[in-house]
């Protein structure tokens, strides 16, 4: 079973570009949510998205955007970036979002991330 | 809002030695409790997760209890091996949420012979 794949794994922008990074979930997975990683600022959550719908929102400026598509897959895409966005981005996926308690299942799987710099 | 601390790292210990890193966490209502770890060049994998009070997660002889009463979830390792040098992550989920998820600053290990 193949797992959560992020593309590409590196990549290298200017101030002023914009990005877009691409995110395949587990088969059979609706659910895909986003984070960021800095050294800084650590794990942060930027959006989840479920049946092509953002379900959830973190507290990231609008020039973070995502969508997701028909067969799960998604996207996220910066905009006028800026040296603080290089960051590793990972995007995880889950059935459906929503844990089960009483068994633990649905929990996140993550994919390798993408690694963003911006000069 | 939710919060989740770790002891800083790193933390460096020789082979076969017990480990401890220490989580506490706020939430509101009943969090579900993560231990994610890092290897280097690599994205999170799931540890072990433990979703009601009491229960008691485990694997690769890693183990953390949920403790409501004191709202801590450590993580142990009786004997350390120096494949298991990452960087751990403890995380809570909001009640019923599995997507979103508030993690701690990450505790680097660091095993050696």
């Known amino acids: 079973k193949a797992g959560v794949t992020q593309t590409p794994r590196y990549l290298i922008k200017t101030r002023g570009q914009q990005v877009t990074l691409s995110c395949s979930p587990i088969s059979g997975h609706r659910s895909v949510s986003w984070y960021q990683q800095t050294p800084g600022q650590g794990l942060q959550f930027l959006f989840e998205?479920?049946?092509?719908?953002?379900?959830n929102k973190g507290n990231f400026p609008g020039r973070f955007s995502g969508r997701q598509f028909s067969n799960s897959r998604s996207e996220m895409n910066v905009s006028t970036l800026e040296l603080g966005d290089s960051a590793l981005y990972l995007c995880?996926?889950?059935?459906?979002?929503?844990?089960?308690?009483?068994?633990?299942?649905?929990?996140?799987?993550f994919g390798a991330g993408s690694r963003l710099t911006v000069l | 809002g939710n919060s989740v601390t770790q002891m800083e790292g790193p933390v460096t210990l020789s082979e076969e030695a017990f480990l401890t890193i220490n989580c506490t966490y706020t939430?509101?209502?009943?969090?579900?409790l993560f231990w994610y770890v890092q290897y280097p060049g690599e994205g999170l994998q799931l540890l072990l997760k433990a979703t009601k009070a009491d229960d008691k997660g485990s694997n690769k002889g890693f183990e953390a209890t949920y403790r409501k009463e004191t709202t801590s979830f450590h993580l142990e390792k009786g004997s350390v091996q120096v494949s298991d040098s990452a960087v751990y992550f403890c995380a809570l989920s909001a009640t019923g949420t599995a997507s979103k998820l508030t993690f701690g600053t990450g505790t680097r290990l660091q095993v050696t012979l």
């Open positions: 995880a996926s889950s059935l459906t979002g929503v844990l089960i308690i009483d068994s633990g299942a649905n929990v996140l799987t």
């Open positions: 998205y479920f049946s092509e719908t953002q379900r």
């Open positions: 939430a509101t209502g009943y969090p579900s």
